[in-house]
């Protein structure tokens, strides 16, 4: 079966940090992409970034580029995101979720994925 169970969300003030985690198992963790999406109170959810972990290849939201970094932690098949100088704007649910190669696709953040996890709430407050 699989799971996705995602964690590390909290308030932080603007300019501050936090790392998400996406823990999973029942697949082959390296043979799968990895996506972080967020949704806003009102807006649609939104891709934020994936990880291909067979070649380790990234891709970034425009709104993440140069803040945040995606990294996967083979050993404990667990993904993580880390996010720097969050902005108010940051504000909403992360999800992660899981396919096969979506991440080698531009159209990834609006590309059906195979399994999602529960999400985790960030709120950055100004």
């Known amino acids: 079966e699989v799971q996705l169970q995602a964690s590390g969300g909290g308030l932080v003030q603007a300019g501050g940090s936090l790392k998400l985690s996406c823990a999973t198992s029942g697949f082959t963790f390296d043979d799968v992409a990895i996506g972080w999406f967020r949704q806003a109170p009102g807006k649609e959810r939104e891709g934020v970034s994936c990880i291909n972990n067979s070649n380790n290849s990234t891709s970034y939201a425009r709104f993440v580029k140069g803040r945040f970094t995606i990294f996967s932690d083979n050993a404990k098949n667990t993904v993580h995101l880390q996010m720097n100088s969050l902005k108010p704007e940051d504000t909403a649910v992360y999800y992660c979720?899981?396919?096969?190669?979506?991440?080698?696709?531009?159209?990834?953040?609006?590309?059906?994925?195979?399994?999602w996890g529960q999400g985790t709430q960030v709120t950055v407050s100004s």
């Open positions: 979720a899981i396919d096969e190669d979506r991440c080698g696709s531009p159209l990834w953040p609006v590309l059906p994925w195979d399994s």
